[in-house]
């Protein structure tokens, strides 16, 4: 079957409305394990005080509000996702922590109506991974940018070095029989190879390109916490079961499961991830 574009966003645009809350409750948790490579993104972007800031695919915020804290009262951030349900915990979020300099906006990347030549930086936290067409996507966050700014993102690396993500997609794969991704399809690792997101940014003309792997390991208590951090939040990992029955569903996460616990420790869980950090300049 061909891949069609308009059926994945709206189904993506559905997966995480409907793990919105949930990914909104696993903040603390998200802050602590994505937190350096947020800090590398958001210093190979240039944010600092005063910076208007343009989030991409932004999901519950956590990496908004961050840079929301970096900009202080004199910058900006607009945080744009597919998901309207999602953005409104950004806000939400922003409220309780009293920053008064977020915005939010409801958007496809891939379509992105904003001020042209207007922000200084750009971020996108884990979401390039996800456009079908990256080079449209790349388009408008150069488009919106000012000559001389700096876009920056994160994403996964190669299935082996992230075997926390790998290992549930290879079982979901099998079980349901679904084929793999083909080349220039979205997904977790399309990115992930060394050197192609820094391809990527090189070929939507971006320059002053860097890039940097940072090792991102998973550290919870349990295998089983971590099962149920990938079951309520990774709402794609529900879509890629949802041709199996409810009874082969469970099997499937038992399984997944029993993977999972192959990286317990003494310590407690530590399950294999690994990112990469990319930036240049308009």
Do not use: D, K, R, T
């Given at each position: 079957m061909a891949f069609d574009a308009a059926t994945y966003k709206a189904t993506t645009r559905q997966q995480w409305q409907d793990a919105a809350e949930a990914w909104n409750a696993w903040g603390g948790f998200l802050a602590t394990w994505l937190g350096p490579a947020t800090e590398a993104m958001l210093d190979m972007a240039e944010v600092e005080?005063?910076?208007l800031v343009l989030d991409v695919a932004a999901g519950a915020g956590q990496q908004t509000l961050v840079a929301a804290q970096r900009v202080g009262p004199s910058g900006r951030v607009l945080a744009t996702d597919i998901s309207p349900d999602i953005l409104d915990y950004t806000m939400e979020n922003a409220r309780i922590q009293g920053l008064h300099n977020v915005e939010t906006?409801?958007?496809d990347g891939e379509d992105l109506d904003v001020v042209p030549d207007n922000y200084d930086a750009a971020i996108s936290r884990v979401g390039l991974i996800y456009f079908p067409d990256q080079q449209r996507a790349l388009a408008n966050i150069m488009r919106a940018l000012r000559p001389g700014g700096r876009?920056?993102?994160i994403v996964y690396s190669t299935p082996e070095n992230n075997g926390f993500f790998s290992k549930p997609v290879s079982i979901i794969r099998d079980r349901a029989q679904l084929p793999p991704p083909a080349a220039g399809q979205p997904g977790p690792f399309?990115?992930?190879?060394p050197g192609a997101l820094a391809s990527v940014l090189e070929k939507a003309g971006f320059r002053e390109i860097e890039e940097k792997v940072i090792s991102a390991?998973?550290?919870l208590p349990t295998a089983a916490d971590c099962l149920r951090f990938e079951r309520e939040s990774f709402g794609a990992l529900h879509q890629m079961l949802s041709s199996l029955g409810s009874d082969a569903q469970e099997a499937v996460w038992a399984e997944i499961g029993e993977a999972l616990a192959e990286f317990e420790t003494a310590e407690g869980f530590k399950g294999?991830?690994?990112l990469v950090v990319a930036a240049g300049t308009k």
């Open positions: 005080p005063g910076s906006l409801e958007a876009f920056a993102a399309s990115l992930g190879p390991p998973v550290a294999p991830c690994e």
